[in-house]
């Protein structure tokens, strides 16, 4: 025969114990939810083409600031391969010597003889003498 406390525990009926947890699932979107995430698209799409066009003129400048020292490059290597360069140089041009109808032309800065030509027609004019009144009248 059963006993007492087996009767009892059978005609008492518990729930099984419930308990929570997480579990991926899909959940569809509502329409309120879809026009949020299509304004916030719209706005990250208008970030991304300002951060694009931001980025083509970083680019261009520093293109432009390679273009600048690379050109730098060659010169200075031009330079260097010759041994020298043109500069303008001060120098003293005296007419009629070695003789009458020839300039001479010398560097200031090394004293060094650069030419000695033929004087032109405009070279060739004898400046006259004028006395201060007659230039200030």
């Not at 951060?51 to 200075?76: C, G, N, P, W």
Request: proline share 5%.
């Amino acid at each position: 025969m059963p006993k007492k406390k087996d009767i009892e525990f059978a005609d008492e009926r518990k729930e099984p114990p419930i308990h929570k947890e997480d579990k991926w699932l899909r959940c569809d979107f509502t329409e309120p939810e879809m026009l949020d995430m299509g304004k916030r698209l719209a706005r990250a799409n208008e970030r991304l083409d300002a951060l694009a066009r931001e980025k083509e003129e970083v680019v261009s400048a520093i293109k432009a600031r390679a273009s600048k020292i690379e050109s730098e490059v060659s010169d200075l290597s031009q330079n260097l391969n010759k041994g020298y360069e043109y500069r303008d140089i001060e120098c003293t041009v005296e007419y009629h010597k070695p003789e009458n109808g020839k300039k001479t032309v010398t560097r200031l800065d090394t004293g060094e003889l650069v030419e000695v030509t033929p004087m032109d027609a405009h070279e060739m004019q004898e400046q006259l003498p004028l006395q201060a009144e007659e230039v200030g009248a």
